[in-house]
């Protein structure tokens, strides 16, 4: 064919959507499904999906419509919608385009979802720390239907991967009102056998309804409550039940939880074999390092003449004993030289030389004080002396003996003639006293003064 018959993507894509727009069909659809991958943008154009138990359809509701609808979308909520279906040529993807969404009667359970929800988390139970798997478990527990696919593809998984592992079905109701119950009931049987690594729970895919046990409060305690790891493998990779989120881990799809479960044991034993390996070679090399060690040091001129492995420590031990006398004659001459000037220093600091000196000088202190003693009282008599014969000098009785007398009346003593007056009178003489009788005074004239 020539080149000019083969169509371009992008004409083939505008066929087809172009079949899409004039279908009378595709026009108007009426459309019942489950809302998935719903993030509300808001104030924008949103973008979801909705599914059923075995397909799904992308789904676009423009502003204008969006803000028309009288509740707010969910993921997991089941809606009508009313739309034209077209292609998007970028991706080459069918779309609806929806005008019209209302709920389909399960707006009861999604609220009962999210409240259970919003509490456990409340409580911690999502958050509480993970328990993780065992690596290489011997026994796994799965709960499930007998009669669905999951206990299969399991089985199926885990012989290819680790045949050696022991699988048990604990059969289970997964769907209905008796659901709950057995499951809890089943969680239990298996935690109190107390012989199981592992615990896988799960079922197929499947509406909200159908999911149902899987979210009620009494499945997510007893899972929480497991003192056995729990992989929980509910519904498609889309579907999140609360106990996925309970559990320590989640998988996708049965095939999943059963490749988390267990290892590939053709890769382990490889790895086993590939660390025998190196642990040879490297016990090899490391012997091959030490013969060689061991080698050079045979040959070394120390093992031939052994001798003179301590020719060197001898000196140096004749060496070190030299300076130790050396040291030791050192300190010796150190100390004496040091207890002779203390022994000097003693006999300087003497106390019997000072009590002599001492002495010696309270000697001659007493020479020098007796001596300026008798030369002060020798000065002092002489003084004394000079003062006696001055008043020896001045004595009235030394007058007197010269001839002189002097006279009282009234035991006054006359100094002039003013101070006699006629009467008796007393003589003083130097030897003696004698009474006289005044008769008459005669004061001296000026010219007798003269």
């Known amino acids: 064919m020539a080149t000019t018959d083969y169509l371009t993507v992008t004409a083939l894509t505008q066929y087809l959507k172009r079949k899409f727009d004039v279908d009378p069909y595709l026009g108007k659809v009426y459309l019942t499904g489950e ?10 154009h949103q973008y979801f999906s909705l599914k059923d138990d075995h397909a799904k359809i992308s789904a676009i509701m423009f502003k204008s419509a969006f803000e028309k609808l009288k ?18 040529e970028p991706s080459g993807s069918y779309q609806i385009y929806v005008e019209r969404m209302e709920p389909d009667g399960i707006g009861q359970l999604y609220q009962a979802y999210e409240q259970l929800k919003q509490k456990l988390e409340t409580e911690g139970l999502f958050s509480a720390p993970k328990r993780p798997l065992p690596r290489f478990p011997k026994r796994i527990a799965v709960i499930t239907s007998p009669s669905g696919a999951v206990i299969r593809d399991i089985i199926t998984t885990t012989r290819r991967r680790y045949p050696i592992a022991q699988i048990v079905l604990y059969p289970a109701v997964v769907q209905g009102d008796g659901a709950a119950p057995d499951l809890v009931r089943q969680i239990q049987r298996v935690n109190a056998a107390g ?125 070190a004993q030299q300076a130790l006398n050396r040291n030791a004659q050192t300190r010796v001459q150190q100390a004496t030289q040091r207890v002779q000037f203390a022994r000097q220093g003693l006999v300087a600091q003497s106390p019997l030389a000072r009590v002599q000196r001492d002495q010696q000088t309270v000697s001659q202190t007493t020479v020098r004080l007796t001596t300026e003693m008798k030369r002060y009282m020798a000065k002092q008599q002489e003084h004394v002396g000079q003062l006696a014969s001055g008043l020896d000098y001045l004595s009235p009785l030394k007058i007197m003996g010269r001839g002189y007398s002097y006279v009282t009346q009234n035991d006054h003593v006359a100094r002039a003639t003013a101070d006699l007056k006629p009467g008796t009178a007393t003589i003083h003489l130097s030897d003696g006293t004698a009474e006289a009788e005044i008769k008459s005074i005669k004061p001296a004239t000026e010219d007798q003064h003269e």
């Open 35 to 44: 809302i998935s991958n719903f993030r509300l943008r808001p104030h924008a």
């Open 195 to 319: 012989t199981y690594d592992t615990l896988i729970i799960g079922r197929g895919g499947g509406s909200i309804e159908d999911l149902w046990p899987f979210n009620e409060e009494s499945v997510a305690r007893a899972i929480a409550a497991s003192q056995i790891p729990v992989i929980s493998s509910v519904g498609h990779e889309t579907d999140t039940t609360i106990a996925d989120l309970v559990a320590d881990v989640r998988a996708a799809t049965p095939t999943a939880a059963a490749e988390l479960a267990v290892p590939v044991l053709s890769d382990e034993l490889l790895k086993l074999q590939q660390q025998r390996t190196r642990l040879l070679n490297a016990m090899s090399n490391r012997i091959n390092f030490q013969q060689e060690r061991l080698n050079k040091l045979m040959t070394a001129y120390v093992f031939r003449q052994p001798q003179r492995l301590y020719e060197t420590y001898v000196q140096r031990l004749d060496r």
């Open 71 to 88: 509740f707010t979308p969910e993921t997991g909520m089941k809606v009508l919608v009313t739309g034209r279906i077209s292609l998007y």
